[in-house]
């Protein structure tokens, strides 16, 4: 029987946990870096299951994000966000995409330090902007003009985001080169951790 669950490109056909981590990947880094389209590519490529704490988050409430930050607010969102990628810190190894602020809790980064492997995805303004352009999904940038609010985010977060295990730039090239870039970088560094 065909299992038509699994989509072909979800399957890998090489195995299970390539790389034999012990630790789940977490991707942190701004808005549009890419860490949705890249976490799930290289869950595919080293056999983990990939999970987005964004649309975890929305499941657990029941509503979209930018419904969560007008209904509830942004401090309940942060509460949300804080238990969601506790609970996947705790559970078998997966890559994990956070949303942007993640990394930025002190708690929640001291937690993502001793119980994953961190890799910042590290993109230059022009590239944020034109992936955070093609949707009006993200409530802080709504709030007004898209550059002024990421160059400040820049500013804020990069010193946080740099704290990270890995830095992996997240160009405008294609996406698999960062994937094998990243797997690269996880096999070296993961021999010291695992
Ligand atoms: C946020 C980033 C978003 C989402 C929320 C807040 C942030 O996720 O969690 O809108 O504070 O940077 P992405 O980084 O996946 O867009």
Known sequence: MTDNS???EDRNPLGRNLLELKRPIVL???MGAGKSTIGRR???DIGLDFVDSDEEIAEAAGCSIPDIFEIYGETIFRDL???VIL???SSEPTVIATGGGAFMNAELRDMIKSNAISVWLRAELEVLLERVSRRNTRPLLEQGD???ILTRLMNERHPIYSEANLAVDSGEGAHETVV????QRVKAYSGDVS
């Open 6 to 8: 699994i989509l072909p």
């Open 28 to 30: 942190v880094g701004l």
């Open 42 to 44: 290289l869950a595919r």
């Open 81 to 83: 966000e804080k238990r």
């Open 87 to 89: 609970r996947l810190l």
């Open 146 to 148: 898209k550059r002024a």
């Open 180 to 183: 094998l870039d990243i797997i």
